[in-house]
């Protein structure tokens, strides 16, 4: 299978690459910089794929088969990064006729299957002091992603981790047969999966370690 990946040069991105490329996928790692950034495998294709972009988001998803998008806020980016963000890779595909697109998202962003407890919470209402307007943006990337029309799965993840993993990882609902915590290595192991099975088309499971 042939990958569009957004967000490739971030900490999320490279275990999918790994991992991916492990498998015989082909990687197209659409990053921001992409005559300086250095791909973790040789077998990695990189184009450029700066997200505000539209032509570089289309250029970067012809020929895939999917898109994964684990792209994410940082202190430079523009407060409205995620739903701009959205709309270019989601009108980049419909032009290109590629259907399946996996997103990763916090689990800030809730769901109607959620029974959020206290923690939950405390940790979305942390995250609106610390980062106000962040929740906002990717509550409206989720949205759009959503209305898309396409085949898409939303990933939501509670606090990351690069620590080595045991176990398999767990799929479910804040509140409902999920953790605290999850490594981005089980994130692009679930990633993988779902892009194999399909088992959650039209659907925003959360997963944890």
């Known amino acids: 299978m042939t990958i569009t990946l957004f967000g490739a040069s971030g900490r999320s991105g490279l275990p999918f690459i790994e991992q991916a490329v492990n498998e015989n996928h082909t990687i197209r ?6 005559d300086r ?7 990695v294709k990189v184009v450029p794929g ?8 289309k250029n970067a998803i012809a020929g895939a088969d999917a898109v994964v998008s684990v792209i994410g806020q940082r202190k430079d980016s523009p407060p409205d990064l995620l739903q701009r963000a959205a709309e270019h890779i989601v009108q980049g595909m419909k032009e ?7 997103v990763l998202t916090g689990g800030g962003v809730e769901v109607p299957e959620d029974r959020p407890g206290l923690v939950d919470w405390f940790f979305k209402t942390a995250l ?12 409206r990337y989720i949205e759009i992603v959503r209305q898309s029309g396409l085949d898409w799965t939303v990933v939501r993840v509670p606090m990351l981790h690069n620590k080595p993993v045991s176990g398999a990882y767990r799929v479910g609902y804040a509140g409902r047969g999920t953790g605290a915590r999850t490594s981005r290595s089980h994130v692009a192991r679930f990633i993988l999966d779902e892009l194999a ?7 925003a499971p959360m997963v944890t370690d």
């Not at 950034?37 to 077998?43: A, K």
């Not at 700066?50 to 988001?57: A, I, Q, T």
């Not at 609106?128 to 509550?139: F, M, N, S, T």
């Not at 099975?197 to 659907?203: K, Y």
Request: net charge negative; charged share 25%; glycine share 6%.
């Open 37 to 43: 950034w250095q791909p973790p495998l040789p077998d």
């Open 197 to 203: 099975s399909n088992n959650h088309v039209g659907d």
């Open 128 to 139: 609106r002091i610390v980062r106000p307007g962040l929740l906002e943006d990717a509550i």
């Open 96 to 102: 290109h006729g590629v259907r399946r697109l996996i």
């Open 50 to 57: 700066n997200v505000l972009s539209p032509e570089e988001v």
């Open 29 to 34: 790692a659409a990053v921001r910089n992409a």
